[in-house]
């Protein structure tokens, strides 16, 4: 079998739809399958680590822009980003009449290039949706009702959980497929760890910092902690910015708050197993995820997770079972589990450990790729 999978553009390969899909090639790879990704952008390179997977780049722009932007110049750049795309359509298509892979596998809502050469060459074409869009990174699709049309023509479409599945079946009218994201488990694992063992309590929330992932609402349960007489806490943001004024208004927040001695901000890192040793809880504060591989990630480092109670969050965690939640946008109710975790921290290590043993269970990589390779053995047939 011969797979070709076209990646959606992004700035970094660090995102979780990017890291999904090096693990999933590698997996495919290890297990014999060939494997061609389709990069749309020359200044990212994949840390691929099999040699049977070959990267191909084909220079393409996204489809996704802000959802609240409709000025002329932005209309002018959907034409532009339209004209440039037909060619890499046209590369796209020269390419894969030489490598002839047997499916088509594309990687995220981004661009309709790698359907279109699908179709040209009448070659069966699978669709993962990985993002909300609208709901979790504020972003809407040019052309939206075009690459619609190719999505219901997919021989099949995957879902990466519930949340994505509800709203994209009633937009689409179709059936769509539940695979869950799994992960290299082993590379993120702390098999040994004593969390809630020393005075200060150490808190981190990873992510891409923009405003629907939800970073000023802990820094706000910091302060109320902080000024209600819970000082022996620590919380640090790691992320990358991609949203300068929300990243200033954090910043102004703890400035004028005097939280400096509370809240530190750092860049993304690329292997967040040292910081997380040294934490006890981890916080997803994203007003809506599509799934949440940090949260998978937090729960095998051995840390506490205490998550917003919507969209795949809450189909990771139950509350007061392999984590906690609280009510999304409400920063008092995110200081109070927090508060509620320093105080039972007996009971918070037995939640931790049935929040390691269950992602354990539930999210390894070969676990979605056996799923995968069954959706393409019955498209084939």
């Known amino acids: 079998m011969k797979v070709c999978f076209f990646a959606h553009s992004s700035k970094t390969y660090k995102n979780g739809a990017a890291l999904s899909l090096i693990n999933i090639a590698n997996e495919m790879a290890d297990r014999g399958i060939e494997v061609i990704i389709i990069l749309p952008n020359k200044n990212i390179q994949y840390p691929i680590t099999n040699r049977r997977v070959k990267c191909i780049t084909i220079p393409a722009l996204s489809m996704r822009t802000r959802i609240d932007d409709f000025s002329i110049t932005n209309k002018l750049k959907e034409k532009i980003k339209k004209i440039y795309n037909w060619f890499s359509k046209q590369k796209a298509i020269s390419i894969l009449k030489k490598e002839k892979p047997n499916i088509i596998h594309i990687n995220g809502l981004d661009t309709s290039v790698g359907a279109e050469a699908a179709i040209s060459l009448d070659i069966p074409y699978v669709w993962h949706i990985r993002q909300l869009l609208e709901e979790d990174f504020g972003m809407r699709l040019h052309d939206?009702?075009?690459?619609?049309?190719?999505?219901?023509?997919?021989?099949?479409?995957?879902?990466?959980?519930?949340?994505?599945?509800?709203?994209?079946?009633?937009?689409?009218?179709?059936?769509?497929?539940?695979?869950?994201?799994?992960?290299?488990?082993?590379?993120?694992?702390?098999?040994e760890k004593n969390s809630f063992s020393a005075n200060t309590v150490n808190i981190l929330l990873a992510g891409r910092i923009l405003e629907q992932k939800g970073q000023l609402d802990a820094v706000k349960a910091m302060n109320h902690l902080v000024k209600t007489g819970t000082k022996n806490i620590f919380l640090t943001i790691a992320g990358q910015v991609e949203d300068n004024g929300y990243a200033n208004r954090i910043k102004e927040y703890i400035i004028e708050h005097r939280l400096n001695g509370y809240i530190e901000i750092i860049d993304h890192i690329n292997d967040l197993r040292q910081l997380r040793k040294k934490c006890d809880i981890g916080l997803i504060c994203s007003k809506k995820e599509a799934f949440g591989r940090v949260t998978i990630e937090t729960m095998v480092s051995r840390m506490l997770v205490i998550g917003a109670n919507t969209g795949g969050t809450l189909e990771i965690i139950k509350d007061n079972e392999n984590g906690l939640l609280y009510h999304e946008g409400d920063y008092l109710s995110l200081a109070n589990k927090i508060k509620y975790a320093i105080e039972n921290k007996n009971e918070m290590k037995s939640i931790i450990d049935r929040g390691y043993k269950s992602a354990l269970e539930n999210y390894s990589i070969s676990k979605v790729v056996d799923q995968i390779i069954d959706i393409y053995d019955s498209i084939q047939k």
Do not use: C, H, Q, W
């Not at 990466?160 to 179709?174: A, D, H, P, R």
């Open 144 to 191: 939206k009702s075009k690459i619609y049309k190719l999505l219901n023509r997919a021989n099949s479409v995957i879902a990466i959980s519930k949340t994505v599945k509800e709203k994209f079946e009633k937009i689409l009218n179709i059936d769509l497929t539940i695979i869950y994201n799994g992960i290299p488990l082993e590379n993120y694992m702390i098999s």
